[in-house]
């Protein structure tokens, strides 16, 4: 769905529930109005234990529409076939005016992913001035962008995800779950 289609879908229906696949950190750094966090991996964790108690819509969000493309197959494959993506992710919604809340937390997936391959990549090529094997490590980042961007994964990303502030804390996992699958779910989490 594109961002005129969600934000009708949320004025016609306000039951609409916009699931945020993003990290904790970048859901708090921004994210849109109403919004709830349920975490890609948080997902992946849990998949064998979601079923949706409701037949609410499902807007999945992300910030380009990858990672939201990959929860609602990963939805449908548990049964909850009501879920569609934001074409565009939040850039989209952005990039349309749609209003979006802003707060402090970490960089954007993209971006950490941007720094780790520019760091290996200018690490391997500095320092095989000195120790000539290492440019190798340029062409292992270089073959990896490659294959992320040709299978439309990204190993890095999912590599990242694991760091401590890139988490979901288990003890909120439930409710987070809870806000895609519960009847009722407990009032945005985002506002």
């Given at each position: ?69 990959q929860a609602r197959e990963l ?117």
């Open positions: 769905m594109d961002t005129p289609a969600v934000r009708e879908l949320t004025g016609t229906n306000p039951r609409t529930r916009l699931i945020d696949v993003r990290t904790p950190g970048e859901f708090t750094t921004e994210h849109i109005p109403g919004s709830h966090n349920v975490p890609l991996d948080l997902l992946r964790e849990h998949s064998s234990e979601l079923a949706a108690a409701h037949e609410d819509p499902v807007v999945l969000v992300c910030a380009s529409g990858n990672r939201a493309e939805l449908e494959s548990a049964g909850l076939t009501q879920a569609r993506v934001l074409r565009g992710g939040l850039g989209g919604w952005q990039g349309h005016g749609a209003p979006v809340e802003h707060g402090s937390g970490t960089w954007s997936m993209e971006r950490q992913v941007r720094l780790v391959a520019g760091s290996l990549v200018l690490l391997g090529v500095v320092g095989s001035a000195v120790f000539r094997p290492l440019k190798w490590l340029a062409g292992f980042v270089g073959a990896g962008l490659t294959f992320a961007a040709v299978s439309n994964t990204c190993a890095m990303a999912r590599l990242l995800e694991l760091l401590p502030h890139n988490r979901t804390p288990r003890n909120e996992a439930p409710e987070l779950l809870g806000t895609l699958t519960d009847r009722h779910p407990p009032r945005s989490s985002g506002s």
